[in-house]
Structures are given as C-alpha cells and as structure tokens.
C-alpha cells in the first residue's frame, strides 16, 4: 500500500505562486508515475494537471503548460508541483496521485488552492 499527505496550498492573489509537495510512504518502491489532478468548484471529475514518470518524464495539461512545473525526489519519495502566473480559473482541490503498476492508483486527501482576482 501507499499512503499520500500534501501540503502548500492556501490562498494567493491572481499572478502570485505557490508549491505543492506531496510525501508517499509505505510501498514507495513500487510507485511508477506520480503527478497532480485537481478539482474545480461545483465538478464532479478531477482533471490532469501534470505527471512525472519515475525517469522524469513529464506531461503536462494544456491549461497549465508554461506556468506550472512538476518535479520529483525519488530518493525522498516526494513530488511537488511549482505553480506561477497563478489565475482565478485555477482554484480548486488540488489531489496527488501515484501509480503502482499491478496495484492501481493512489490518492492523497488533497490541497486547496484559491486564486483570488
């Protein structure tokens, strides 16, 4: 099993940044992809933000591409998620996700981000 704890969210004005960081334990050895999905106000679905593979490669949703930058410390079992030219459209529940090939997805409690205009 993997057990996932953000942190770094709060409140910031239109413009501002803010990082998140996401610490795994448990199973963290087996952890393949790691990355961000966040929720907006009044929507049922959690949307993609970035992801990292465990050789670093990354994606990143098309909404946040420039602005965002997601990073990852395998020796730490941590990812984190730079964010910058932060607008009002990205206020939301911010989830970190880890994927463990054979096992299936893990989920943090998530982190809230509001973007004040």
């Known amino acids: 099993q993997v057990q996932l704890v953000e942190s770094g969210g709060g409140l910031v004005q239109a413009g501002g940044s803010l990082r998140l960081s996401c610490a795994a334990s448990g199973r963290t050895d087996s952890i393949n992809t790691m990355g961000w999905y966040r929720q907006a106000p009044g929507k049922q679905r959690r949307e993609l933000v970035a992801?990292?593979?465990?050789?670093?490669?990354?994606n990143y949703a098309e909404s946040v591409k420039g602005r965002f930058t997601i990073s990852r410390d395998n020796a730490k079992s941590e990812v984190y998620l730079q964010m910058t030219s932060l607008k009002p459209e990205d206020t939301a529940a911010y989830y970190c996700?880890?994927?463990?090939?054979?096992?299936?997805?893990?989920w943090g409690q998530g982190t809230q981000v509001t973007v004040s205009s």
């Open positions: 992801t990292i593979s465990v050789g670093g490669m990354t």
């Open positions: 996700y880890a994927y463990v090939p054979s096992w299936g997805s893990y």
